[in-house]
T-cell receptor, first 112, second 119 residues
Framework: GIQVEQSPPDLILQEGANSTLRCNFSDSVNNLQWFHQNPWGQLINLFYIPSGTKQNGRLSATTVATERYSLLYISSSQTTDSGVYFCAANMNYGGSQGNLIFGKGTKLSVKP | DSGVTQTPKHLITATGQRVTLRCSPRSGDLSVYWYQQSLDQGLQFLIQYYNGEERAKGNILERFSAQQFPDLHSELNLSSLELGDSALYFC??????????????????FGEGSWLTVV
């Protein structure tokens, strides 16, 4: 099945810094999403982005489907950005919708 | 607030016991998914129901079962619990479009999870 790898596994930033998180996937996907898990465990979806570029405030994401990677950009980071960022993908046609394969995540710590 | 409601939020139980986790999807969402998050396995898909019927199965143990009721809420039953079953269990929901599934670009929304501790 599809494999999802994220890098770096850990990232420590000073407040105000920018960062780029990467997600590589092993096969063509028709669904790729980025999630943020806050320190209380809540999973929040950030982007649905199987291809192209999207922006939402200080966050933006780009997926280059032909090269099988996606990037999440965080600009002017804030302490509230801390948590774990997950990339998840699937390549389901018909049958098994929703079987998102998650990467191991990037743990981000933003220091004041 | 994602609109997906899970109960209980925290649960402590002994090995060998059985528990039921409950999930109410977002209004109008037909699909319900269950995921398990543990330290060693990460986030894993367990099972999906669509409009009352099982649609997909992932790494769900035989000791675990789920169902989706006519009002679309779902329950995950965990039996003969072992220490290794301690984890955060998430329910998620989505509203597939006419062509069904993520092909039509639907995102998936997670509840706040049920923390299960087996002692």
């Amino acid at each position: 099945g599809i494999q999802v790898e994220q890098s770096p596994p850990d990232l420590i930033l000073q407040e105000g810094a920018n960062s780029t998180l990467r997600c590589n996937f092993s096969d063509s996907v028709n669904n790729l999403q980025w999630f943020h898990q806050n320190p209380w465990g809540q999973l929040i979806n950030l982007f649905y982005i199987p291809s192209g570029t999207k922006q939402n405030g200080r966050l933006s994401a780009t997926t280059v489907a032909t090269e099988r990677y996606s990037l999440l950009y965080i600009s002017s980071s804030q302490t509230t950005d801390s948590g774990v960022y997950f990339c998840a993908a699937n390549m389901n046609y018909g049958g098994s919708q929703g079987n998102l394969i998650f990467g191991k995540g990037t743990k981000l710590s933003v220091k004041p | 607030d994602s609109g997906v409601t899970q109960t209980p939020k925290h649960l402590i139980t002994a090995t060998g016991q059985r528990v039921t986790l409950r999930c109410s999807p977002r209004s109008g969402d037909l699909s319900v998914y269950w995921y398990q998050q543990s330290l060693d396995q990460g986030l894993q898909f367990l099972i999906q129901y669509y409009n009352g019927e099982e649609r997909a199965k992932g790494n769900i143990l035989e000791r675990f079962s789920a169902q989706q009721f006519p009002d679309l809420h779902s329950e995950l039953n965990l039996s003969s619990l072992e220490l290794g079953d301690s984890a955060l269990y998430f329910c998620a929901s989505s509203n597939p479009g006419p062509r069904d599934s993520f092909i039509s670009g639907n995102t998936i929304y997670f509840g706040e999870g049920s923390w299960l501790t087996v002692v």
